[in-house]
């Protein structure tokens, strides 16, 4: 068995959630979509499956890459079926999408350290045990989800981004913020996007000032959300191999 973990950028890899996963005994299956890799024809095997950010738009018809449609299909899919399924910024908008909800540009990107409030939903979710209810997270997107699947229910908001996490069903979620990133994660995003980054309102600087003042309680909260996934939503005692 082995969780399907979709890649779309080089810089999106899976990171604390693909370390803490290991660490639990889970095997990845990492799908790097952009590099031409395949999204699996079947479901044999498959004990969840995770789909990470990238560059690529969910909400301009013009700018869906080749893989996105089979990708939807899949994550649609996979819900129906009740396997697990995470999806963390654009892998959140894909899901979205993929189950009927709406995904458009901002106005203004959002990037950088932002307040997350978790919801009254949120404040009770079991995967979110332990998460301060107002807490800093990392954000790096400038798209948006602007309207939930039928049934979804939405876990936590920021000032510029109403939908920060939600929740389908039993085992679907999604995550707009980057809690997989670590400290090089971070930075080479905020490298990659340096017209974003001033679209958005900040420089290098104040980047680096906001990574230096927020990293270490951020990592901790992080931590935690990654191994309540590994716990609660993915254990080790549901899989036959490793």
Request: glycine share 10%; charged share 20%.
């Amino acid at each position: 068995m082995a969780i399907i973990v979709f890649q779309h950028h080089d810089i999106g890899v899976p990171g604390r959630l693909g370390v803490t996963l290991r660490d639990h005994a889970h095997r990845l299956d990492i799908r790097m979509l952009h590099e031409g890799d395949s999204v699996p024809p079947d479901f044999d095997n498959v004990s969840g499956v995770i789909s990470l950010g990238g560059p690529q738009s969910v909400g301009d018809p013009e700018d869906k890459a080749p893989w996105m449609a089979r990708e939807l299909e899949f994550l649609r899919e996979a819900h129906e079926r009740s396997i697990p399924v995470v999806g963390v910024c654009l892998g959140a908008q894909l899901v979205a999408a993929a189950l009927g909800g709406e995904v458009s540009p901002m106005d203004q990107p959002e990037i950088g350290f932002h307040s997350v409030k978790l919801g009254p939903t949120g404040q009770t979710e079991t995967l979110l045990a332990g998460i301060s209810w107002d807490s800093m997270q990392f954000c790096h997107h400038g798209q948006e989800i602007t309207k939930l699947p039928e049934g979804a229910v939405p876990l936590a908001s920021s000032k510029r981004c109403k939908v920060q996490a939600f929740k389908v069903g039993m085992r679907t979620y999604g995550f707009q913020y980057h809690f997989e990133a670590d400290q090089p994660i971070i930075r080479k995003l905020v490298n990659s996007a340096r017209d974003d980054l001033h679209r958005a309102g900040y420089t290098e600087d104040e980047i680096d000032q906001q990574v230096e003042n927020q990293y270490a309680a951020f990592a901790r909260l992080a931590d935690r959300l990654c191994v309540n996934i590994a716990a609660n939503l993915l254990p080790t005692g549901r899989l036959a191999g490793v």
